[in-house]
């Protein structure tokens, strides 16, 4: 059974960091490119990270470059994201994805998703 479960959503100033975590069965983990999109109110689902399942390879989205960080963590079968110097235009709510295509931009080609997880970024 697939299981995506995001944490580490929440309040930060502009400027400031925060570090999501995506908890995945071990099947999951070990078979799927694991990643992150984003939506925000009134806007369409868009591709912020990715790393394969091997952890060799790794993309990011051109607007999180230099600021975000995608990490696996084997020994718990999570997935990190770490974000520093948030912008106010990061706010969304971030989903935690599993998908078979790399880099997997297109939310339409994701096998599965996590509930989401808010981040909310203020001045």
């Known amino acids: 059974q697939v299981q995506l479960e995001e944490s580490g959503g929440g309040s930060v100033q502009a400027g400031g960091s925060l570090r999501l975590s995506c908890a995945a069965s071990e099947d999951t983990f070990n078979n799927y490119n694991l990643g992150w999109f984003r939506q925000a109110p009134g806007k369409e689902r868009e591709f912020v990270s990715v790393i394969t399942w091997t952890g060799v390879s790794t993309a990011y989205a051109d607007s999180v470059k230099g600021r975000f960080t995608i990490s696996r963590d084997n020994a718990k079968n999570t997935v990190q994201l770490q974000m520093n110097n948030l912008k106010l235009e990061d706010t969304a709510v971030y989903y935690c994805?599993?998908?078979?295509?790399?880099?997997?931009?297109?939310?339409?080609?994701?096998?599965?998703w996590g509930q989401g997880t808010q981040v909310t970024v203020s001045s």
């Open positions: 994805s599993a998908g078979v295509i790399f880099p997997g931009t297109d939310p339409s080609k994701i096998a599965y």
